[in-house]
């Protein structure tokens, strides 16, 4: 059984790394792909809204999906989705085939992050301890690469489908071998023998889902979502025309930012293991509100990228652990709580943005970093949410069923 659950954590792993590949292959090379497709500036955001939108309906079809078939075949069958509308956004000829592309990438998207958290989630409750934040180290690097590969693309000036297609080749064939070591929860999530689950409102016999109880860590997502989407889509801009670096210089934070949110989740269960999820995510959220402060009133372009790489460090936590939290909290629903949880990663997207540049322009771009900040500050009020609560078998922690242990995807 110990086999059993250590090739289902690898297999995983590998999934979290192809998807943080694939995305960070979509958004670092979306000047390109504007470019490719002639999308005007006014209408680009229109295109890139519609990815969250439609990854937020993939993740509610998910919740209903997995009542009748396990998570497992649902990331199975997504995750190839995804990299096959990937390098249909690299290959079209015309707007209505990126506009397509985009729609299918956006909806397997959904599915692959709920089911994929959903198989991380049942995973660590089988193994009893912090495992989370592992699967999204693993994303950080597939980021890393996946950023790393995008501007080899774009400094050999390669078309979009030459740099994808590669990746593509490879990864395919790897995601599908090793979703056969997938494993998947049983009974004690509310699963029939046959891996289907069970009535979720009833948590096959646990609790539902109560969206009240959901709700802090809902907020605690889209405020993390917020914070990340200010470094990823502003930290730039931020450098260069407010502190006054190069071009060239204004491009490091991003990199130094993944970097953290790597080493931090790295490193993040240990800390879980030791002093407890509220903890963790407590230190967490003062050091990203530390980091956004640093930005704020940062003198100059290296003590800008000081806080960026503060906020990368404290951020990399709280979305892990929100999604562990989940799990906690409705231990005969999770796959329900992950599913509607998820959702509000991608409004934390929608709104971050476009949050920080409205204020940017209309107030200063320093006074915007407070912004992210004092939300972030703001979880410090549900960290309560995020202890250990007491499960169906009356004890504070997460104990693994050995019934449930020797059942993967495969039937193993």
């Not at 100059?300 to 562990?324: D, S, Y």
């Amino acid at each position: 059984m110990t086999e059993v659950l250590r090739r289902g954590r690898a297999s995983l792993a590998f999934s979290f790394f192809a998807q943080g590949a694939a995305f960070a292959l979509l958004v670092t090379r979306i000047p390109a792909i504007q470019n490719r497709y002639e999308v005007s500036d006014a209408l680009l955001p229109v295109f890139l809204a519609a990815v969250p939108v439609l990854a937020g309906v993939g993740s509610v079809s998910t919740e209903q999906l997995v009542k009748r078939i396990p998570p497992s075949r649902v990331l199975r069958w997504s995750q190839p989705v995804v990299l096959l509308a990937l390098l249909g956004v690299g290959a079209g000829r015309g707007m209505a085939e990126l506009g397509v592309a985009l729609a299918v990438f956006g909806l397997a998207v959904g599915a692959l992050d709920a089911s994929m958290n959903m198989l991380g989630v049942s995973l660590q409750r089988t193994y009893g301890r912090s495992i989370m934040l592992s699967f999204h180290a693993v994303y950080s690097l597939g980021g890393i690469v996946g950023a790393s590969l995008a501007w080899v693309g774009a400094h050999w000036h390669l078309a979009l489908w030459v740099s994808y297609l590669p990746v593509v080749a490879l990864l395919l064939p790897a995601v599908l071998v090793g979703s056969r070591w997938y494993v998947d929860r049983g009974a004690e999530e509310g699963r029939t023998e046959d891996g289907k689950a069970g009535d979720a409102e009833s948590g096959g016999g646990g609790t539902g889902v109560v969206f009240k109880v959901l709700l802090p860590l809902c907020l605690v997502m889209t405020f993390a979502y917020i914070g990340d989407s200010t470094v990823s889509n502003w930290s730039a801009k931020y450098l260069q025309d407010v502190l006054g670096s190069s071009e060239q210089l204004a491009t490091v934070p991003y990199n130094v930012y993944m970097v953290t949110t790597l080493v931090g989740r790295a490193i993040g269960d240990f800390g879980v293991r030791r002093f407890g999820a509220a903890a963790v995510v407590r230190l967490g959220a003062l050091v990203a509100a530390a980091g956004f402060a640093v930005v704020a009133v940062a003198p100059g372009a290296w003590v800008g990228m000081f806080g960026f790489t503060l906020v990368g460090l404290g951020l990399c936590v709280l979305v892990p652990q929100t999604f562990a939290a989940a799990g906690r909290l409705f231990p005969g629903a999770s796959d329900a709580a992950i599913a509607r949880l998820n959702i509000f990663n991608y409004v934390g997207f929608l709104i971050g943005s476009p949050l920080v540049g409205a204020l940017g322009d209309a107030w200063t771009y320093r006074g915007a970093m407070v912004v992210p900040m004092v939300l972030v500050l703001v979880t410090l009020v549900y960290a309560r949410s995020f202890a250990a609560q007491p499960d169906r078998y009356g004890g504070g922690h997460e104990r693994p069923r050995t019934a449930d242990v020797g059942r993967g995807s495969n039937g193993l």
